[in-house]
């Protein structure tokens, strides 16, 4: 179903999900619900999920924080899910309160969250050296969350409980500093333990009453009846296991990601909201079935400003896809759709929308998950006349 613009939303604990590849406009509609919601918290990822938020008149481009950041009602939660870079984390709470938003005393992380180191950042371009090397570059945003997911995975990271014993912390670091160097000696790659090791001695006296058990914290809120808002970061097309592999991002950008990021059990999360963009994008390498490559693409890309919040990359785009919408809609189980941006479309004669991919003469049932079937697809589209009128002040 639909929901009227920004009529009340009655269930205590929703979720917002992108549906496609991202950059779909999540932030605006958790903007546009922060006030109804007294908790705002991010399950997954990292600095890879930008957001721009304006503060009287003026814009901060948000990468870690939740949105809900700029709303002074608002308690933020990072929750276990995500991989936390301290040096940007400080420096968007720097800039927020530099323009008057006391961000600190509202923002609570984790003890269970990995901290993402800068040297993660940097095994993040080797990563990619060595990948593109065999023709496979994924074209991440270097951001050293892979890296960081890695380290998590394999049991050798670091969570933010770990600052709060510091003696501990000291020793797990130079432990992992030593590994990421014996692993990638042959990028000559070194790292100042005792000048990182001083660093995150401040960092932990600055947010030592911002760590705390979150897993427990959201369930005591929840029980309360306080209303949680669960935002997305990333899309479900950038799943782990469910995108467009290996073009994805290293965590469960889907509802999955929500509940294991957050510690909420699933039946807490009563409504899931997918955003969907009235066209596709689609930031780096991997495959895009309803890519418009000539100068539709360019009109699209103009008239939608299709940068990338955190890499500046030009976004490549497309027609809407419905078979893309359907599957991520039967994944995260969607209560409602939120369509953004359907004004960008208001320079075209003409519309089209995918409907079907047939492969080998055959209509598939749903999104193929190998990338040999996915580059091989053709797309049945539906084409509509265009309505070429400005429509931006349509409420109703």
């Given at each position: 179903s639909?929901?009227?613009a ?5 269930e205590?604990?929703i979720?917002?999900i992108?549906s496609q590849?991202g950059?779909?406009g999540?932030g605006?509609?958790?903007d ?5 919601y007294?908790?705002?918290a991010?399950a997954n990822?990292?600095?890879n999920?930008?957001h721009?938020?304006v503060?009287?008149g ?6 870690l ?7 002074e009602e608002c308690?933020c939660?990072?929750?276990n899910?995500?991989?936390?870079h301290v040096?940007t984390?400080?420096?968007e ?9 006391n ?12 901290v993402?180191?800068?040297?993660h ?11 593109s090397g ?11 969350i892979?890296?960081?997911y890695?380290?998590k ?5 670091i969570?933010?409980?770990d600052?709060l ?11 992992m500093?030593?590994?990421k160097?014996?692993?990638?000696q042959e990028?000559?790659?070194?790292v100042d333990?005792d000048?990182e ?7 932990a006296?600055k947010?030592e ?5 979150t ?5 005591n ?13 990333n899309?479900?097309?950038?799943d782990?296991d469910?995108g467009?592999?290996?073009y994805?991002t290293?965590?469960?950008?889907s ?7 957050l510690g ?8 899931v909201?997918?955003?969907?963009k009235a ?5 780096g390498?991997g ?6 490559l000539?100068?539709?693409g360019e009109r699209l890309?103009?008239?939608?400003h299709?940068?990338g919040?955190?890499t500046q990359?030009?976004?490549r785009?497309?027609?809407?896809d ?9 994944i995260n189980g ?7 941006k359907l ?8 519309i089209?929308?995918?409907?079907g991919?047939?492969?080998?003469g ?17 797309v ?5 006349p265009?309505?070429?009128t400005d429509?931006?002040?349509?409420r109703k």
């Open positions: 639909t929901l009227p920004m009529q009340k939303i009655d205590q604990v979720a917002i992108g590849w950059d779909e999540k605006k509609l958790v546009a619900l922060a006030s109804q007294g908790i705002v991010r990822g990292g600095a999920a930008g721009t938020i503060v009287e003026k814009k901060f481009a948000v990468h924080l939740p949105s809900g950041i700029i709303n308690k939660v990072i929750g899910g995500v991989v936390v040096p984390l400080m420096k709470l720097e800039e927020l309160e530099a323009q008057g938003i961000a600190r005393e509202r923002l609570f992380i984790s003890d269970r969250a990995h993402l180191f800068d040297m950042q940097a095994i993040d371009g080797m990563k990619e050296a060595e990948l065999g023709g496979k570059a994924i074209g991440t945003t270097k951001r050293g892979g890296p960081a890695s380290s995975m394999s049991r050798g990271g969570r933010f409980g600052l014993h510091f003696g501990e912390f000291k020793e797990k670091f130079a432990r500093a030593r590994n160097e014996k692993r990638f990028f000559d790659f070194h333990v000048a090791v001083e660093r995150y001695a401040e960092y006296k947010l009453n911002v760590i705390i058990d897993v427990y914290e959201l369930n809120w929840a029980q309360q009846g306080q209303r949680i808002l669960v935002e997305g970061a899309a479900t097309m950038l782990i469910f467009t592999y290996p994805v290293s965590s469960n950008a509802i999955g990601g929500a509940v294991t990021g909420l059990a699933a039946n807490k999360i009563e409504c909201i997918g955003v969907v066209y596709t994008t689609r930031v390498a495959p895009f079935p309803t890519e418009l000539g100068e539709d890309q103009k008239e939608g299709e940068v919040t955190t990359r030009a976004r785009c497309g027609w809407l419905t078979v893309v919408v359907r599957y991520t809609s039967m969607f209560k409602y759709l939120n369509l953004t004004d960008t479309l208001s320079i075209f004669d003409t089209k929308i995918g409907f991919y047939t492969y080998n055959k209509l598939l049932p749903s999104f193929p998950s190998h990338l040999d079937v996915l580059s091989k697809v053709e049945e589209y539906i084409e509509l265009g309505w070429k429509i931006t002040g349509v």
